[in-house]
């Protein structure tokens, strides 16, 4: 017999032979760490869709489905469209500050930047992700509002611009941090390639590394998009909670997660219909990010490219 069958026949013996207490229960421990995050959101969903259902068995779809919110009225209506207008319109000022400001960064970082200037610049933009919302609340009130009213005379005290814009500064780490692990996750061989083939570094950031890094950003702008609907603190502070349903950037508008701050500071008394409708209002806050997170899989799925 070989010595290398010997030692694969220790092996195996050794395997077979274990008796440590670890090995049998370090599996069952792994499991149930795993298992916390799907019985967590199982219990979000269940409690999420319980109360919604209670809502939605008081109040008509019609009145669900109106311009016209007044949960604290003597004849109370709960109209969700000015929520969603608001959240929306937010969102997507939000992203025309996220998405070139953002795409600019990874470009120069992943493509011009040496390696030194990307070691510095990269953390010092980070530091805005680590800011906590809420400061960026007050800064969108206190600073940017005067400032933009400046600009602006019609601008209202609380308005949509102010804090749309300002979430737009918080999530362009997201953009351009993931941005650039997308275009630096592109073989320099192909870089390379265009290079030697007369192109310049312009041309091959346009023409070779955005379209195979693709995947990666348009992912990234989607999870910035989550992000951007999931906001609380800058569009509570800076938004006002107006419950009007308008496009006009310049008046206060109020959004889901606004909505839902001012009902459970206390406003709804619990088992009452307004109660329930914050269950409601989080119930499609919850599957708007779920539809933008399936949106963000698919097309990292159906555009990924592997080298």
């Not at 010595?3 to 092996?11: C, K, M, S």
């Not at 011009?112 to 960026?136: C, D, H, N, Q, W």
Request: aromatic content about 10%; cysteine-free; overall charge positive.
């Amino acid at each position: 017999m070989s010595q290398d069958t010997q030692v694969r026949q220790l092996i195996q013996s050794n395997i077979l032979n274990k008796k440590h207490i670890s090995d049998r229960f370090m599996p069952k421990f792994f499991f149930v760490m795993a298992f916390v995050s799907v019985f967590t959101t199982v219990g979000i969903i269940l409690t999420l869709v319980t109360d919604a259902y209670k809502f939605f068995s008081q109040v008509p779809l019609a009145q669900v489905f109106s311009t016209k919110l007044a949960p604290l009225a003597a004849e109370p209506s709960f109209g969700i469209l000015p929520l969603i207008s608001g959240t929306i319109i937010t969102s997507l000022i939000a992203m025309l500050v996220a998405v070139p400001v953002g795409l600019t960064a990874a470009i120069y970082l992943s493509q011009f930047a040496s390696e030194r200037v990307r070691r510095t610049l990269k953390p010092i933009m980070e530091v805005l992700a680590g800011i906590p919302t809420i400061v960026y609340g007050f800064f969108a009130y206190s600073f940017v509002t005067p400032l933009l009213m400046k600009l602006i005379p019609t601008l209202g005290a609380k308005n949509a611009l102010s804090p749309g814009l300002v979430m737009g500064i918080m999530i362009i780490p997201l953009v351009a941090s993931l941005s650039e692990d997308a275009m630096n996750a592109v073989p320099n061989i192909m870089r390379e390639g265009a290079l030697g083939l007369g192109s310049t570094r312009l041309e091959v950031t346009f023409k070779v590394v955005i379209p195979a890094a693709i995947s990666g950003i348009m992912s990234s702008i989607v999870l910035a998009v989550s992000r951007a609907i999931g906001e609380t603190m800058i569009v509570t502070i800076a938004s006002g909670s107006s419950k009007n349903f308008t496009l006009d950037i310049t008046q206060s508008m109020q959004t889901m997660t606004a909505y839902i701050v001012e009902f459970t500071s206390g406003d709804a008394g619990s088992g009452t219909v307004g109660y329930y409708s914050l269950y409601a209002v989080g119930l499609l806050l919850f599957l708007f990010t779920l539809v933008m997170n399936l949106i963000a899989q698919h097309i990292s799925h159906k555009y990924r490219e592997e080298y």
